[in-house]
């Protein structure tokens, strides 16, 4: 159940965004066309962080590194002239899936600011090992040859079919999002993130749900990093580099820590400052930063947080 | 399995935090379907007792039959899995769920596993209706739909009972469920208890020995991490080295 002023948003919202293809025809401004479909691969990014940071509590600073594998299992393929997105993408998914839950596995036995650390270092040492070889362009990246391909049925280089794409990704994660969260599954990663010794003695083995959860974060951590090396038409391994982990995290905040829709506005709001405010000064996060803290101090559950609630907190 | 033994035997149960043993080779049994009610000064030893039996604490020697199974290495989870349950002495729930989704969720943790993706748990009759048949049982009914964070303190208590009894526990480890309650509420709650009593088997710590008096069948004295003594309420009140130790300054007998 959630209040009408959220529906109301939220549909406006969604609305806006597939609208927004539209308004960029007629007013010939394509710019808009490619910052809102950056801003939806972000948001897709930030939803993914927020089922184990907000939902599950694991403050997982090092979520950037499924980002860049998502982006390598693009680039590498492309490089080598595979260029089907049918074996790019649920490439990506996996392999960033699997990494998720190695770091997990590592991650998970420890809490609080270890915790934190932990993420970071693995993916620090990522991102040195992108940085470190040579052949897949090392610190300076490599060009995108072409953006993934699917048969003739969708021409990503288009930018208007790439755009509806990744808005129906997100809209499709939103969709699952929500079935999950409030699924068996669902309920169990927020309930060990309200009270873990009390889910321990009502008998749930915490750990494995945990994980799993690591593992699809993960996962669509990394499609988001395939959709963005698509976006950006190149490789850089500074796609994992601790300050974008941080500018999710950001989103994240911004938007409503552990709620579904908030990551969404938060990557909306994000990402339209940095416009904004990036044409007037080189020095922008000067007003981001302050903006974060009155955010923090004076709501709780971000942008999303700030609209009225329903009887009932789930959402 | 033999019905000799009893539901939980215990032995040799030794626990030490630095220098500080806070269980010092403790032996106990509960036969099933008794009431052992665990008394002792404040910092004898008693939640460190219950911790060791419920999983949350590793101990350092002696080893926990349950049921006829050394349960000594099972985590938690895994001995919640057997039948053990546990109330907590400083209330442990899930505060932004509500009394109900509270139970529910005790419920979910032994209705299967939870690798579940589609179907919404809390409209899920079979975890919903069992959860609301135990909140019944604990008298909070009525509080089904509030936010357990904001129950009163005594609804709280009552909810953690309801927990623990909606795991379907054989045995019952409740860590002072009375105290901090005023009159009413712990009323209530002794009139639970009774209710409990007999057809679960409970390990109960308690402070109050009105409390103990009416529901112990049994009762061990801690004092320091040892159990000084263990037999009926009668053989303790007439007990010279309780009365010196313990009761002597709770409550003239
Ligand atoms: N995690 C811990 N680390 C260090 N010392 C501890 C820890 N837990 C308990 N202790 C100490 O162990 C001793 C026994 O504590 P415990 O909580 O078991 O006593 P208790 O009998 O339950 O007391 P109370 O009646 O106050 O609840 C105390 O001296 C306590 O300070
Ligand atoms: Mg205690």
Not at chain 1, 287 to 303: E, I, S, T, W
């Amino acid at each position: 159940m959630r209040s009408r002023a959220r529906v109301l948003t939220l549909l406006a919202g969604l609305l806006a965004l597939g609208l927004v293809p539209l308004v960029a025809a007629l007013t010939q401004q394509p710019f808009y066309l490619d910052l809102f479909r950056r801003i939806m691969i972000f948001a897709i990014a930030a939803v993914s962080l927020d089922l184990i940071l907000g939902f599950g509590g694991m403050v997982s600073f090092g979520h950037a590194a499924y980002l860049g594998i998502g982006a390598y299992a693009v680039a590498i393929p492309a490089f080598y002239g595979i260029h089907s997105g049918l074996v790019q993408w649920p490439l990506a998914m996996v392999l960033s899936g699997l990494a998720a839950l190695a770091i997990g596995a590592v991650s998970l036995r420890t809490s609080g600011v270890s915790f934190i650390m932990i993420t970071l270092a693995f993916a620090q040492m990522l991102y040195y090992l992108g940085i470190s070889i040579n052949a897949w362009g090392a610190d300076d990246g490599m060009r995108l040859a072409r953006r993934s391909q699917f048969g003739g049925v969708l021409d990503l280089t288009n930018g208007y079919v790439f755009y509806y794409v990744v808005f129906g990704l997100l809209l499709t994660l939103l969709w699952l999002g929500n079935r999950l969260v409030h699924a068996r599954f669902g309920v169990v990663i927020r309930a060990a993130r309200s009270n873990e010794p009390r889910m321990r003695a009502i008998g749930f083995s915490t750990f494995r749900y945990k994980l799993a959860a690591f593992g699809i974060a993960g996962a669509i951590g990394g499609l988001a990093g395939a959709l963005l090396t698509n976006q950006t038409e190149y490789l850089t391994p500074s796609y994992m580099h601790w300050t974008r982990s941080g500018e999710i995290m950001v989103m994240v905040i911004l938007g409503g820590i552990g709620t579904l829709y908030g990551p969404v506005l938060g990557a909306v709001a994000f990402l339209l400052l940095e416009d904004v405010l990036s044409a007037w000064t080189v020095h922008w996060q000067v007003v981001l930063g302050p903006l974060l803290v009155l955010v923090v101090l004076y709501a709780r559950r971000g942008l999303w947080g700030l609209l009225p609630e329903a009887r009932r907190a789930d959402g | 399995m033999p019905t000799a033994e009893p539901l939980l035997a215990v032995r040799g149960l030794i626990k030490r935090f630095g220098g500080l043993v806070a269980t010092d080779g403790i032996d106990l049994d509960v036969a099933e379907g008794e009431t052992l009610a665990v008394i002792g000064p404040n910092g004898a030893g008693k939640t460190t007792l219950i911790g060791q039996l419920s999983g949350d604490l590793p101990p350092d020697a002696g080893s926990i039959r349950f049921a006829g199974v050394d349960v000594t290495a099972l985590p938690a989870p895994a001995r919640s899995q057997r039948g053990l349950a546990r109330s907590f002495q400083i209330t442990s729930i899930f505060r932004e769920f509500t009394a109900l989704d509270n139970v529910a969720l005790a419920v979910q943790a032994h209705a299967g596993h939870s690798f579940r993706f589609w179907t919404p748990a809390f409209t899920e009759r079979a975890l919903r209706e069992p959860a609301r048949a135990t909140l019944e049982r604990v008298g909070l009914g009525a509080r089904a739909d509030v936010v357990a964070g904001t129950l009163a303190h005594g609804e709280q208590r009552q909810l953690e009972i309801a927990m623990a009894l909606a795991t379907r526990p054989r045995l019952l480890l409740l860590d002072e469920p009375v105290a901090g309650m005023g009159a009413d509420e712990s009323q209530r709650m002794v009139r639970l208890l009774r209710e409990l009593r007999g057809r679960h088997t409970i390990v109960l710590v308690e402070h109050d020995m009105d409390v103990v008096w009416a529901l112990a069948d049994r009762i061990a004295v801690m004092v320091y991490g040892r159990v000084i003594a263990c037999g009926t309420p009668e053989a303790i009140r007439a007990n010279a080295e309780v009365r010196r130790a313990y009761l002597g300054e709770e409550v003239p007998a």
